[in-house]
């Protein structure tokens, strides 16, 4: 997460901790509604475009795949347990867009260099 004086926003590191603890308790409230899912996929836009610097495109892309993989995979592998399964569920609202976004970002970030 990006600190003011590193390049990120405040708003966006806010957006980041607002949105993880959202997807922790949307999780554990049940079934994610469709509104749910998409306050998380606003949050995890905002996060994207706000909360990342230059300094950490690397790092936050290589573990936002990380995670991205690990909660479609153990969601399926932990299905037994549902309240894990919503709330990996619910991270990845978040973080597919936020993953997506800096990776585009980064992208046309190169194309200019």
Do not use: Y
Request: proline share 2%.
């Amino acid at each position: 997460m990006a600190s003011k004086k590193s390049g990120g926003s405040a708003f966006g590191g806010w957006a980041f901790l607002i949105g993880v603890i959202l997807a922790v308790i949307f999780g554990l409230l049940g079934s994610l509604s469709t509104t749910m899912v998409w306050v998380l996929v606003v949050i995890g836009l905002i996060v994207g475009f706000l909360n990342i610097s230059d300094t950490e495109v690397n790092a936050f892309l290589m573990s936002g795949a990380i995670l991205i993989i690990a909660s479609a995979f153990g969601g399926g592998a932990l299905s037994v347990i549902p309240i894990i399964d919503r709330i990996l569920m619910a991270l990845m609202a978040i973080f597919v867009p936020a993953v997506i976004v800096v990776a585009v970002k980064h992208v046309f970030s190169m194309a200019r260099n």
